[in-house]
């Protein structure tokens, strides 16, 4: 894997590993939570510019695309039905970081940019 971790707007490290994404906060006694919304393995992660919002995206036949907040760990949105086999990058973009860039693993390594 690569660009698979990153920090938070608060200095906790934001990382993955199988179906979970976990946010480790170093400077609070190594508390870690996770965000178990996939149910397949994630595969990509990206930060909002404004560090608090993650995006990660995951393997499958249909892979899904979930937007949730690092903080609370509860889900925002849920982007899905464009990619297939995998979606294996994740960049915020947009004024305000208002879109998300994703590529799938499908035949045609499809991109698809999602106002969310």
Known sequence: MRENVRYTSNGSIAYFTGKLAI????D?????????GHSDC???LAVHEEGQ???TGDLG????IHIWDSTSMLNIT???GVHRRGVNLLRFGGSNGSRLLSCGLGK???MCLWDW
């Open 23 to 26: 946010v480790f906060n170093k």
């Open 28 to 36: 609070g006694g190594g508390l870690q939570k996770y965000y178990t």
């Open 42 to 44: 994630i595969i990509s």
């Open 53 to 55: 919002i993650i995006a």
């Open 61 to 64: 036949r249909n892979p899904e």
């Open 78 to 80: 849920l982007l899905k």
């Open 108 to 110: 045609y390594h499809n």
